[in-house]
Structure formats: C-alpha cells, structure tokens
C-alpha cells in the first residue's frame, strides 16, 4: 500500500498531467487523492515543492521497473529496447496524450529544471551501467563511456520533444538504437 505522501505523488502527477502545472491548484491534487488542502501543505509546502517531489518520485520509480524489467532480458539488445521504451517512448504517449503534460516534462521552472537534469543523470548511470562490459570498444571510437551514455540519453530525449508524431519517434529512435549497436558490436 502506498503511503500518504506517494498517494499525493501520484494524484499530482495526474493532475499536472491533466492541466499542466500553472493551471493545477492545491485543491486540485487535494480533490485527486481524497484528502483536504491542510494533508497537502502538511506535507508539502507549495505546488513547486510538489512538483519537485513528483519528478524525483517519477524519474526513480521509472528508473526502477526498468532496471528490474531490464534485468529478466536476455540480451543487451532487448535491454537496449526497455530502455528506448521506458526512458523515451512511454513519456511521448504521456506527451501527446495531454497538451498540458509537455509543461511538467519540460520543467515548471529553474527548481524543477534541476530536478529533471538530476532525473536525467540517473538515466545517463543506467546506460552506462547497461553498456559498461562494451567500453573498449566506445572508447576506441574516441568516446568515453559517460559521454555516450549522455548523448544517448540527451539525444532520446530530444527525439521525444521534437517528433511530430509516433510514427517520426519510433523511427528516429531506431536509428539511435542500430547505432547503438553498432558502436558496440552487436548490430
């Protein structure tokens, strides 16, 4: 059972969703969960701090099924594929499900910002973990592990942000994945 405090994650993240971030209220998220304003702001202070919550909360809850799906695959190559879905493709269908959710994913503001860029950090550990055994061969391609492992990340994203639709997003994305591959020996 979720605690308190994650119920109040989730409903935020839902409400966010729903109406972005400016246009959510407290008693918006109060209202989702089934709990008054006072439950909100005792164990949150404002709507930023919410807002920072949730996407620390979402990033390593994301993080988490991934790596644990991730871990009951075969190959690197399926791993790679959890990874394009978890980190990249799941967020789009978010994206285009509600016009108001690109706000939220793109940060509310300077503090939610670095939330995101933390988020990011965590995915870019991911991929260096899932591509360590093959960092000869990226080094010798004159990249330092950490430095595809960012791109790869910094690059998905952008995808997600950019793509005009499902179909530009699932082809951009398997070009990073074949390239991916390929710079590891596997494609």
């Given at each position: 059972?979720?605690?308190?405090?994650?119920?109040?994650?989730?409903?935020?993240?839902?409400?966010?969703?729903?109406?972005?971030?400016?246009?959510?209220?407290?008693?918006?998220?109060?209202?989702?969960?089934?709990?008054?304003?006072?439950?909100?702001?005792?164990?949150?202070?404002n709507k930023e701090a919410i807002m920072c919550a949730v996407t620390q909360w979402h990033a390593k809850k994301?993080?988490?099924?991934?790596?644990?799906?991730?871990?009951?695959?075969?190959?690197?190559?399926?791993?790679?594929?959890?990874?394009?879905?978890?980190?990249?493709?799941?967020?789009?269908?978010?994206?285009?499900?509600?016009?108001?959710?690109?706000?939220?994913?793109?940060?509310?503001?300077?503090?939610?910002?670095?939330?995101?860029?933390?988020?990011?950090?965590?995915?870019?550990?991911?991929?260096?973990?899932?591509?360590?055994?093959?960092?000869?061969?990226?080094?010798?391609?004159?990249?330092?592990?950490?430095?595809?492992?960012?791109?790869?990340?910094?690059?998905?994203?952008?995808?997600?942000?950019?793509?005009?639709?499902?179909?530009?997003?699932?082809?951009?994305?398997?070009?990073?994945?074949?390239?991916?591959?390929?710079?590891?020996?596997?494609?």
């Amino acid at each position: 059972m979720l605690s308190r405090k994650e119920q109040i994650l989730e409903a935020a993240l839902r409400v966010f969703t729903r109406y972005g971030v400016r246009r959510a209220k407290m008693h918006d998220i109060a209202n989702e969960v089934g709990v008054t304003r006072q439950t909100i702001y005792k164990n949150f202070p404002n709507k930023e701090a919410i807002m920072c919550a949730v996407t620390q909360w979402h990033a390593k809850k994301t993080l988490q099924q991934t790596l644990e799906e991730s871990s009951k695959l075969p190959s690197v190559e399926d791993k790679l594929k959890c990874f394009i879905k978890h980190f990249f493709i799941e967020p789009f269908d978010i994206l285009i499900s509600s016009p108001d959710a690109r706000e939220m994913a793109e940060g509310f503001n300077a503090v939610t910002w670095k939330e995101i860029e933390a988020a990011d950090r965590l995915r870019s550990a991911a991929v260096e973990a899932l591509l360590a055994p093959y960092s000869k061969r990226i080094g010798a391609s004159g990249m330092t592990l950490p430095q595809f492992a960012n791109y790869f990340v910094r690059t998905g994203k952008a995808t997600k942000y950019r793509s005009k639709d499902k179909d530009q997003l699932l082809s951009q994305l398997q070009v990073l994945e074949i390239l991916t591959l390929q710079l590891i020996g596997r494609g």
